[in-house]
């Protein structure tokens, strides 16, 4: 394999803390809803929520179309996609020990940011979470701005080409398995699957729990 050069991320569930954001954008955004319901019952409705996110990768109209169905919940959103996609930055924070981690790998390697999303939202969570300092307009590539996304090979070229890096020469870190780590595999990058558990599979793709590990890795 190749001198490894450059490292690049995803953004949610990745340096970003998705989890942490998308719940409290969620629980803000049917704070009037709930507000008549039992603690417990308003924790139900969130925790199943989180669950139809399928971390991000669902169109926000079946999590509006759901709440109807299974607890009578009418959104006052007529695109609750579009919606979404103009608030979820507000809510943005860092994933823990992102800071430390991106600080210790820009001495060693260009870093990027390689981003499913509208451009603007995406932008925006890089400025909220504070990230800014390690991602400019030079080193990120959002699909929006290029009519393809993860996991289509060609979106991670056109990153790489923009950023003057050599796709195998590039880790690519990411939570998804069919968006980050295929299309990173495609793209003959090398994938680093980042999750918070302990999935079943079996390949010898590289598995991080915390992004510091990246710190011993490379």
């Known amino acids: 394999?190749?001198?490894?050069?450059?490292?690049?991320?995803?953004?949610?569930?990745?340096?970003?803390?998705?989890?942490?954001?998308?719940?409290?954008?969620?629980?803000?955004?049917?704070?009037?809803?709930?507000?008549?319901?039992?603690?417990?019952?308003?924790?139900?409705?969130l925790q199943e929520v989180m669950i139809w996110d399928q971390q991000g990768d669902v169109n926000k109209n079946y999590i509006?179309?759901?709440?109807?169905?299974?607890?009578?919940?009418?959104?006052?959103?007529?695109?609750f996609d579009v919606y979404?996609?103009?608030?979820?930055?507000?809510?943005?924070?860092?994933?823990?020990h992102a800071i430390k981690t991106l600080n210790y790998l820009k001495?060693?390697?260009?870093?990027?940011?390689?981003?499913?999303?509208?451009?603007?939202g995406q932008r925006k969570k890089v400025k909220q979470s504070g990230l800014d300092r390690f991602f400019t307009a030079d080193n990120i590539?959002?699909?929006?701005?290029?009519?393809?996304?993860?996991?289509?090979?060609?979106?991670?070229?056109?990153?790489?080409?923009?950023?003057?890096?050599?796709?195998?020469?590039?880790?690519?870190?990411?939570?998804?398995f069919y968006r980050d780590v295929l299309g990173a595999y495609r793209a003959k990058m090398k994938p680093v699957w980042i999750t918070d558990s302990t999935p079943v599979h079996e390949t010898d793709v590289t598995i991080i729990h915390d992004l510091s590990e990246l710190m011993n890795l490379l």
């Open 1 to 45: 394999m190749s001198e490894i050069k450059a490292v690049l991320f995803d953004f949610d569930n990745t340096v970003g803390l998705r989890k942490d954001y998308a719940y409290r954008c969620y629980k803000h955004m049917l704070e009037r809803q709930l507000k008549d319901r039992d603690p417990i019952e308003q924790e139900a409705v």
């Open 64 to 79: 509006k179309q759901r709440l109807k169905d299974v607890f009578g919940i009418v959104l006052p959103y007529d695109d």
């Open 84 to 96: 979404w996609d103009q608030h979820l930055w507000e809510y943005a924070v860092a994933m823990p």
């Open 107 to 120: 001495e060693k390697y260009f870093i990027g940011l390689i981003s499913n999303g509208v451009s603007d």
């Open 141 to 176: 590539a959002v699909s929006g701005d290029y009519g393809i996304k993860k996991p289509d090979p060609r979106f991670f070229w056109k990153a790489c080409k923009k950023f003057g890096v050599k796709p195998e020469e590039s880790v690519y870190v990411g939570d998804l």
